[in-house]
C-alpha cells in the first residue's frame, strides 16, 4: 500500500473539547459541521476516526471511504511486518460513529493523537467532503517544520525517481529479458546495494549508513526491493510464495546455469542475500539463503566455496 505524501488542506481550530478522567476525548460534531461546507458533509454522515499510519494525528473518513480503504488494509500480504504493523494501527484503533452518535474518541486512540488536555490547542485539517485529521498544535508545527533531507541518488533509483548510471529505471531493468540479465554485469549492484565498491562496476553506488536507515524506517522501499528479488528469482527459476521460495517447474543445471558448480551468479547471489540483510530484511534474506543453498545442492551441484560464502551472508 502507497506511502501517502504529505497533503495540503484547510485547518480550522478546534475551540469545544472536552477529556474526561478516561482520557476520553470528546469534540463537539456541530462546531466542526460548520467550519466548511466540505466538512459539514463529513461531520453530518457516518464517520469513522483511526489513527493515522504515519502521523501522530487521528484520521476522520466518512462511511463509505473507509469501507473501502478497510478492504485495502485486509488484502495486505500477511508475511509482511510493515504492513501488519499498518493492519493493526489503522484496524485496531477504528472507532465508529452513526450520523447522531457524539464524537468521544477513547482512549488509546485520544492519546495516540496527543488529545491529551483541555488547555493544548487542537486543529482540523480538511482536504474534501471525504477525510480529515485532527492534530494537536505541537505536533502539527513539529511536522510542518521538519525539513527532508535530501535523499541519495541510490534512495531516489529504488524509489523510481531517478535513473542509474545508464540512464535505467528500476522498472526499466526489472522488464528485461532473462538473456538480457544473464549478459549484463552492471545492474546487480542498483537493485542490491551492499556496503562495499563494486570492482565489477565502479559507478555503482556504494550502501550509506544513512541509506540502511532510510530502508529500515520505509516499508515502500523494502517492497521496491522485493520486487527486484522477484524478478531475480524468476531468472534463477524460482519463485517466492506465502513466505517461502520454491523452485519452479523445469529447473535444471542446463538452463539455469547457477546450479552449476561455479560462476559469476554465485556472486550475485552472496551479493543479493548480504543486500536484503543490511537493508533490514533479515527474515527474507535467511530465507533466500536457505532456498539458493539447499536446491543449488539438490538440485545442482554448486561447489562448497559457493555454498560457504551464501552461509557467511548474513553474518
Known sequence: ???????????????????????????????????????????TGKL????????????????????????????????????????RRMLGNA???DVTEPLMLEQPLSEFGGFTSEKNRYWLVSFDETSAELWPEHNLISIAETTKPEESRLIQFMRGESRDHQG?????????????????????QWLFPIPEASRANPMAPILTQEDCDVFKRDSDLKQQQRKALDRMLAFYG??????????????????HIWLKAGGHNHLRITRIIRSLHYCHQPELARVVQEAFITLGQTQGYVNETSIGYWRSATK
Not at 469534540?27 to 459541521?33: F, N, Q, T
Not at 526499466?172 to 545492474?187: M, R
Open 95 to 97: 472507532q465508529y460513529f
Open 1 to 43: 500500500m502507497p506511502k501517502p505524501a504529505w497533503k495540503v488542506g484547510c485547518a480550522y481550530p478546534v475551540n469545544s473539547i472536552t477529556i474526561n478522567w478516561q482520557r476520553a476525548a470528546t469534540l463537539d460534531r456541530a462546531e466542526l459541521a460548520g467550519l466548511s461546507p466540505e466538512l459539514n458533509r463529513l461531520m
Open 48 to 87: 469513522v476516526a483511526t489513527a493515522s499510519p504515519d502521523w501522530p494525528a487521528i484520521l476522520l473518513y466518512s462511511q463509505a471511504r473507509w469501507d473501502a480503504l478497510s478492504e485495502q488494509l485486509w488484502a495486505l500480504p500477511n508475511d509482511n511486518p510493515e504492513a501488519r504493523k499498518v493492519q
Open 238 to 255: 524460482l519463485v517466492r510464495r506465502n513466505g517461502v521460495i520454491e523452485a519452479l517447474p523445469g529447473l535444471n543445471p542446463r538452463d
Open 168 to 188: 535505467r529505471t528500476i522498472d526499466d531493468i526489472l522488464a528485461f529479458d532473462d538473456f538480457w540479465l544473464e549478459h549484463t554485469h552492471d545492474f546487480v
